[in-house]
């Protein structure tokens, strides 16, 4: 079995993680950020996000949305310095 096969996304609808709009539909993101918070590879699948934002522009990511994910990105080189 494969790292992907433990995501908990592949038991879910796919639409659950790309909202049409990521205002007003605040359930959905919660609901699809409650997989990703059961899910045993979020770290992983996040990392991916953080690391390929041409394929991973749209969507719940490792519990994050893209605004999120933008946040992370630009504080990242920050981080890294820090450490």
């Known amino acids: 079995m494969n790292r992907e096969d433990l995501a908990g996304c592949?038991?879910?609808?796919?639409e659950l993680f790309f909202p049409i709009s990521?205002?007003?539909?605040?359930?959905?993101?919660?609901?699809?950020?409650?997989?990703?918070?059961r899910c045993p590879i979020a770290s992983a699948c996040l990392r991916y996000a953080l690391d390929n934002p041409e394929r991973a522009s749209d969507g719940?990511?490792?519990?994050?949305?893209?605004?999120?994910?933008?946040?992370?990105?630009?504080?990242q080189p920050a981080l890294e310095e820090a450490i």
């Open 10 to 14: 592949k038991r879910e609808d796919p």
């Open 22 to 37: 990521y205002t007003g539909a605040a359930r959905q993101i919660e609901v699809a950020k409650g997989v990703c918070g």
């Open 60 to 75: 719940i990511w490792g519990g994050t949305t893209p605004r999120e994910r933008r946040a992370l990105r630009s504080a």
